[in-house]
């Protein structure tokens, strides 16, 4: 019944979301076209680097494309579902509107995703899934394999919904947190190449503490080989540990609301 009600509340979010886009079409145009541009740097940039050197080592172009495919999906996925979040919660504050939101029969953050949800997102869902798609077929990489691939996926999906009910949460404490937004940009960017050619400390960081690399690097290089199958437990374990902190933080920050302002 939950997972109903949820899913009915998302569709109402999203066609509320359609409604007002469409009414300023050029805009949506625009800004699906600006997304398709922004989503292809990536690769382009992978093709002028391995056109024009050796690439990057250890990795092949067809490989980067993978590993591209992964970051565009992860964060595309985001972007539509999840990423609404951190600024829906902070913006509802802003606004004292938050405790209208607290007396609806949802649970609060599912409310919230729910408000958050922009259609924009499925463009870099859909580039993503081009990509990975493409490049499994190029590499020959059907079989059992793709099992522990899909599953470091949904981790990944876990540890960006992690993030954002953790900005949610400083944003119920703190009110004024928009600055933070920008911690999902400076992470994108840490992990938009391999993490290999980082230096061990700043692989380790994002892997263990803030593990972001599962965004990315773990999905792509695990399917490929690079990284051995047995890693794949290793690597979850920082990332349900990220989600129990942040849905710890959420409580806390609930517990210290007091309204129209934190």
Not at 112 to 131: C, K, N, P, Y
């Given at each position: 019944?939950?997972?109903?009600?949820?899913?009915?509340?998302?569709?109402?979010?999203?066609?509320?979301?359609?409604?007002?886009?469409?009414?300023?079409?050029?805009?949506?145009?625009?800004?699906?076209?600006?997304l398709i541009v922004s989503d292809l740097i990536g690769p382009l940039v992978g093709f002028f680097i391995y056109s024009s050197s050796n690439g990057i080592p250890g990795w092949t172009f067809i490989e980067f494309l993978l590993f591209e495919g992964v970051i565009i999906f992860v964060f595309g996925f985001w972007h539509t579902f999840i990423g609404g979040l951190s600024w829906v919660?902070?913006?509802?504050?802003?606004?004292?509107?938050?405790?209208?939101?607290?007396?609806?029969?949802?649970?609060?953050?599912?409310?919230?995703?729910?408000?958050?949800?922009?259609?924009?997102?499925?463009?870099?869902?859909?580039?993503?899934?081009?990509?990975?798609?493409?490049?499994?077929v190029q590499l020959n990489l059907f079989g059992v394999m793709l099992i522990p691939f899909i599953i470091l996926i949904i981790l990944a999906l876990i540890f960006m919904l992690s993030m954002s009910i953790l900005l949610a949460a400083l944003a119920v404490i703190f009110v004024k947190v928009g600055a933070l937004q920008g911690i999902i940009w400076t992470m994108s960017d840490m992990v938009a190449y391999p993490l290999t050619i980082y230096t061990p400390g700043v692989r380790f960081f994002l892997t263990f503490i803030l593990p972001a690399g599962i965004a990315s690097y773990w999905p792509a290089a695990i399917l490929v080989g690079k990284e051995p199958l047995s890693t794949v437990w290793l690597v979850s374990i920082p990332v349900f540990a990220f989600l129990a902190f942040s849905l710890i933080a959420w409580e806390l920050a609930m517990r210290r609301y007091q309204s129209a302002g934190g």
């Open positions: 019944m939950k997972i109903t009600k949820a899913l009915d509340l998302w569709r109402k979010g999203w066609s509320l979301n359609v409604a007002s886009e469409m009414a300023y079409r050029a805009s949506f145009f625009l800004i699906v076209f600006s919660a902070q913006d509802l504050i802003n606004e004292g509107e938050f405790d209208f939101i607290m007396l609806k029969p949802f649970y609060i953050l599912m409310n919230i995703a729910a408000l958050g949800t922009d259609f924009h997102g499925l463009t870099e869902v859909i580039i993503g899934l081009v990509l990975m798609v493409f490049a499994i």
